[in-house]
């Protein structure tokens, strides 16, 4: 009921966005990529598309700060957080939950990656007994540049601590840095 609520608000934003999109860059607005939810399991994630339109060409998960392919109103959109405003949808159809892990890529596309696919990684199969969310421990607390160990520990973390209370202060925390911009901060959100 919460995301059907939360589609339904947002509607006329959604115009909004999706036109600014369009008219600074004249690619489709919103953006699909496979990712992996509870148990492993492969689900198509939206997000406006806050990087430069690439026809039939492959993004790369992974955006250095300051990175040129984003425009500047997809700087706006991942600063606030709007950019995640389609996941909504994902929670409607139950890929995803508000609060829980970020949701993974099916594949680490960062060269020189130290493991091979995102299920090497130390503590992949504990966060992976929850559904995703839209915030989480890591979303809020990590910063933006560190590595799948670090933000596991945050995931894994948080699936052990679990609670109504616990979600209802990352919800609460997340506001905050959607209205202080921090989304995109590399170093501490709150």
């Not at 966005?17 to 919103?30: H, N, Q, S, T």
């Not at 933000?151 to 925390?173: A, G, H, P, R, T």
């Amino acid at each position: 009921m919460l995301a059907l609520t939360g589609l339904i608000l947002s509607s006329p934003l959604w115009l909004i966005i999706e036109l600014a999109i369009y008219l600074e860059d004249r690619g489709p607005v919103i953006f699909i990529q496979e990712r992996r939810g509870r148990q492993g399991k492969p689900f198509k994630m939206l997000k406006f598309r806050t990087m430069r339109h690439v026809p039939a060409g492959k993004h790369l998960v992974i955006s250095p700060e300051d990175d040129p392919r984003v425009t500047r109103v997809g700087r706006l959109l991942r600063a606030s957080a709007l950019d995640e405003l389609p996941n909504l949808v994902n929670i409607l159809k139950g890929d995803m939950s508000f609060v829980g892990p970020k949701p993974l890529p099916l594949k680490i596309e960062k060269p020189g990656a130290a493991y091979a696919s995102i299920s090497d990684v130390p503590g992949y199969n504990i966060r992976c007994k929850v559904r995703p969310g839209l915030t989480g421990l890591a979303q809020v607390y990590a910063p933006k540049d560190v590595g799948h160990e670090s933000k596991f520990q945050y995931d894994n973390l948080y699936v052990e601590k679990m609670s109504f209370w616990l979600d209802l202060k990352l919800i609460f925390l997340s506001f905050m840095v959607t209205f202080r911009g921090k989304w995109e901060h590399r170093g501490k959100k709150v």
